[in-house]
């Protein structure tokens, strides 16, 4: 199809049914920091089978019934598409074993001329008896699709963090293998694993994929906080790579936490305007 503002506006993105088993939650999990110090016993029903009950780490939410890549399927030039901003809202605990639907639908395309364009898009997971579970708007960027003009209404601007040194910093050691571990959940896009298809991009080694980068960050602060995700936004403005320490640096807010993720460049942070809310 030919790629026009109006048509990736008007695009029917497939629902997606889902089902959390028990083995997919503890994947989840353990890719994206849980478990990685057993004796915590706070984490151990997320990724201990035997455990009773089972809890769903909140921001599985980011892939539960993920469209994929429906971007390619609407026309655009897949290997140049990236993860630019992410925002989640749980309202509720993700049930295991429950039948899930997301419907997405398309909310804007914003024209960015030689660098490309932003198409942003709202998928709503509900039981399949209609509860509201969660709320995911994803922003990408596609590289090499701009210049077809604009279309919808995007999403509010991410606000940046206090101007003031950050209350605290965490440090978080990105495992060497956590991209070819995330990719079970679903994302087996080469970018993220293969050295050639990283470099066809422009990119010297493979990067971390972004919902897994979004997924340590929030274990992290989870765990520093001793509290649980309801709410998470973000705006990815570089890369990490498998491997690398990110640096968290937090600030105490009166209606949330606000962050800045940094990794080895600490000339440009790897995700801004960050946010989460907690229990």
Request: contains cysteine; proline residues 8%.
């Amino acid at each position: 199809m030919r790629l026009t503002p109006e048509a990736l506006l008007q695009y029917a993105i497939p629902d997606v049914n889902a089902t959390i088993n028990p083995n997919a939650a503890a994947l989840y999990a353990l890719s994206v920091g849980y478990g990685s110090d057993a004796v915590i016993p706070e984490e151990l029903p997320y990724v201990a089978l035997a455990a009773t009950p089972q809890k769903v780490a909140p921001t599985m939410a980011n892939t539960i019934a993920h469209p994929g890549h429906w971007l390619a399927r609407a026309g655009a030039q897949w290997e140049g598409v990236v993860h630019a901003e992410q925002r989640l809202t749980v309202y509720h605990a993700i049930p295991l074993g429950a039948k899930l639907i997301s419907h997405t639908r398309v909310l804007s395309v914003t024209d960015r001329g030689a660098s490309g364009l932003f198409v942003s898009f709202q998928s709503d997971i509900s039981t399949t008896d209609g509860a509201l579970i969660a709320t995911r708007i994803q922003t990408d960027a596609c590289r090499f699709d701009g210049g077809i003009g604009s279309a919808g209404m995007p999403p509010p601007t991410l606000t940046l963090p206090p101007d003031r040194p950050a209350d605290t910093e965490l440090h978080v050691e990105l495992p060497a293998n956590a991209a070819l571990l995330y990719q079970l959940n679903g994302d087996d896009n080469a970018l993220h694993t293969i050295p050639a298809a990283a470099q066809r991009v422009g990119y010297d080694t493979p990067i971390l994929h972004g919902l897994c980068t979004i997924g340590w960050v929030a274990h992290a602060i989870e765990r520093h906080t001793q509290q649980e995700l309801r709410g998470f936004e973000g705006r990815f403005t570089s890369t990490i790579h498998p491997g690398a320490t990110a640096r968290i640096q937090l600030w105490a807010t009166p209606t949330a936490v606000a962050f800045r993720v940094y990794g080895p460049d600490t000339s440009r942070p790897v995700i801004d305007r960050g946010k989460v809310l907690l229990s």
